[in-house]
């Protein structure tokens, strides 16, 4: 049977599926009792679907061939975790605590693994297996304990300096933290505590470019950037309800029977209810991501903007996803465009605007589906052209652009206003160490010495648990007593 007895209660298997002389599946499935051949066959169905006959319970030999396997890391559920494990438990499967899935490639021995591995899996949610796995444990056995950053006993400079170099690095807050820790709470932080910190702020939610001073030439300029932005609206609100102070925007809308179950938080019938609906949208780009990891960037900039449409009021609902993308010139391998400039140098730490347009693309589409919002138009535009002068015009850094409709009940249309006693809830996966920097890092200028950090910036994107989420906060719309206040 191929398994491993790990606890009273736990089990452990591994299957295995043939994809092609020189590459495996491999399936870790954990679960509270042992299966039944029953059990075994819903599970294969669900692993290969009609190819029943290609599972396995052994890995193969390639003669001549050394094993190399590449699966993720085990400190978080990946998103293909949460899907499976969904899955078998809706096929009545309750009893699958966890599932992994990995590939293993045949490699010539001589093969420099350092070298192939470049490119072939994302260091960070992947990892190469030493060798298979016997339980979900030994990957994360020699993880070190949490530590805490010394910033008591020592000089107060020297605290600030501290938090500084962790990625705090807005002056307020670092004069807040360190006042807080050392004059409250009155003990170090631990280095979760400042992960958390760091992850939760970026200067995405201030705007400090756009509220600052502008001085050009000697004389300062009587609006900031985001007063012209908001011109336009300021003369002519029409028929805005909600602009330029929450994470989407609404205008106004109709009284609609809305279709809602008569219990959000089991099966039950459903009914129609006459509400006053806003319309809702919003619209953002991620550039820097796509440019750098095109898939991962593009999965969250729709996620992103997903949340945010959640998020608006008191909680608002997702209805269709629009994208664009544009790109430098494609440079398509054997087949070449009329007009397209030939043989110009792209910075290195840039992903080719080929593999921007079809990952980006599919990272745009896969997310919206596995999220449950359609994606119904868009557009691509490559462009890239050398004036007289010999000066380059090109969309060199991609744009990705992300936007979307949704709607919300008018009474959610308000935040309240925070007071003490009002509980904190998060709700969403793992936090796992990604995406650090945020739009710190996609504002700085791209180099080909700084790819780690702007590999580190990039987040990265689990529709699954998205989608989990947009569950919660419609349950709570629709529950009759919305229990969000400020979202």
């Not at 494609?330 to 030939?342: A, D, M, T, W």
């Not at 921007?356 to 745009?364: A, E, N, P, R």
Request: charged content about 25%.
């Amino acid at each position: 049977m191929n398994k491993k007895k790990l606890t009273k209660k736990s089990f452990f298997y591994r299957f295995y599926t043939t994809i092609d002389a020189l590459l495996e599946h491999c399936y870790y499935v954990e679960t509270k009792k042992a299966l039944s051949d029953h059990d075994l066959e819903i599970l294969y169905f669900y692993l290969t679907g009609p190819l029943r006959s290609t599972i396995r319970k052994q890995p193969r030999n390639v003669r001549g061939k050394k094993v190399v396997e590449i699966g993720p890391h085990m400190h978080f559920d990946p998103p293909f975790s949460d899907k499976a494990r969904d899955a078998f438990h809706a096929s009545g499967l309750t009893c699958v605590t966890k599932i992994v899935f990995s590939k293993r490639y045949f490699l010539d021995k001589k093969t420099n693994i350092k070298k192939w591995a470049v490119g072939r899996f994302d260091p960070m949610l992947e990892t190469i297996y030493l060798k298979p796995l016997k339980n979900f444990g030994n990957l994360i056995k020699n993880v070190a304990p949490v530590s805490e950053i010394k910033i008591i006993g020592i000089p107060e400079y020297q605290a600030r300096e501290v938090l500084h170099s962790l990625g705090i690095s807005d002056a307020h807050d670092i004069d807040h933290w360190c006042d807080y820790f050392r004059k409250v709470e009155k003990r170090n932080p631990t280095e979760l505590e400042i992960f958390k910190i760091t992850k939760g702020k970026t200067e995405h939610s201030e705007h400090p470019y756009l509220g600052s001073k502008i001085i050009l030439d000697g004389k300062e300029w009587s609006q900031t950037l985001f007063e012209i932005i908001k011109e336009p609206w300021q003369k002519n609100k029409g028929t805005s309800v909600i602009a330029f102070k929450d994470n989407a925007s609404a205008i106004k809308g109709f009284t609609v029977a809305n279709f809602q179950p008569s219990d959000p938080r089991s099966a039950s019938p459903y009914f129609l209810n006459e509400k006053n609906m806003l319309v809702t949208f919003k619209a953002e780009t991620h550039n820097f991501p796509t440019g750098v990891s095109p898939r991962p960037g593009a999965e969250t900039g729709i996620g992103g903007r997903m949340r945010d449409n959640n998020s608006i009021g008191r909680g608002g609902y997702l209805s269709l996803g629009t994208s664009g993308i544009c790109v430098a010139g494609l440079n398509i391998p054997g087949y070449r465009i009329f007009g397209e400039v030939q043989n110009l140098i792209y910075p290195e730490s840039l992903a080719k605007a080929i593999d921007i347009v079809v990952d980006g693309s599919d990272g745009l589409t896969a997310y919206g589906n596995e999220h449950g919002e359609p994606l119904t138009n868009g557009f691509c535009h490559a462009f890239e052209m050398l004036l007289p002068s010999g000066e380059r015009r090109a969309y060199l850094k991609p744009i990705l652009f992300s936007g979307g409709l949704g709607y919300m009940f008018n009474e959610h249309s308000e935040k309240a206003r925070e007071k003490e006693g009002m509980l904190i809830i998060q709700i969403g996966g793992p936090i796992y160490k990604i995406g650090f920097g945020g739009g710190l890092a996609s504002s700085q200028i791209q180099s080909d010495s700084n790819q780690a950090r702007d590999f580190n910036a990039v987040q990265r994107g689990n529709a699954e648990m998205a989608n989990k989420t947009h569950r919660v906060v419609r349950d709570c719309i629709q529950s009759g007593r919305n229990p969000i206040m400020v979202i």
